[in-house]
């Protein structure tokens, strides 16, 4: 492969990637690698950060290299879209995976999950069905408004309507955990009968 005229820039101290012209293989060297990219991105001594920028450089060979692996990987490993030197899964390390915990961090957003989870564990457990049709998003939407923020403290669960069908969009009641208690009490005694009689009592709800 002819890669690599150009020159690692004197001064830093990528100072084993002297193997200029060097056939390079798939396993290059950290150090050879490091200075590779910095060869590709054209950065100098005077720009400490390789990262900043990323210029137009063609990936060669149907390879690009992933500064996490610190190798070239073939361009199926990388995902699609604007060109970053980080391959699919370490993206999925650095950014995916953390903004799922940043989100796990707000309190609406934590809501929502555990909201979800006990729904779907109540559609397995108590009422016998394979899955549930809600999205997480359309948690979110049914809550009343500041209902994450914990204005009111009363812990909240979500119950299909029509314990028959599916949790969905449209079937779908939030309740407190103790109508959630009372109204699986009901299910379990009396199916879906007792259960909508029991759901009945709450009055106007939705
Ligand atoms: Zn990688």
Redesign the pocket.
């Known amino acids: 492969m002819r890669r690599r005229e150009c020159a690692v820039t004197p001064g830093r101290d990528t100072n084993d990637a002297v193997d200029d012209g060097a056939s390079k293989t798939l396993q290059t060297p950290p150090g050879a690698a490091a200075a590779e990219l910095q060869c590709q991105l054209g950065g100098t001594g005077a720009s400490p950060s390789p990262y900043a920028t990323l210029g137009p450089v063609p990936d060669l060979d149907n390879r690009r290299f992933?500064r996490?692996?610190e190798t070239t990987?073939p361009l199926e490993a990388f995902p699609p879209g604007t060109r970053r030197y980080?391959?699919r899964?370490?993206a999925w390390l650095r950014v995916k995976k953390p903004s799922k915990e940043r989100a796990l961090a707000d309190p609406l957003r934590r809501l929502v999950d555990r909201l979800w989870k006990r729904g779907w564990d109540d559609a397995q457990t108590a009422f016998g069905h394979p899955r549930v049709a809600l999205r997480q998003a359309d948690i979110a939407g049914l809550l009343p408004e500041g209902g994450g923020g914990g204005g009111g403290d009363k812990p909240l669960a979500i119950v299909p309507a029509d314990p028959i069908q599916l949790l969905s969009n449209e079937n779908v009641v939030v309740v407190g955990m103790d109508v959630r208690r009372r109204l699986l009490r009901a299910y379990r005694a009396g199916g879906a009968n007792m259960y909508l009689a029991e759901l009945g009592k709450l009055g106007r709800f939705g």
């Open positions: 992933c996490a692996c990987l980080l391959c899964r370490h």
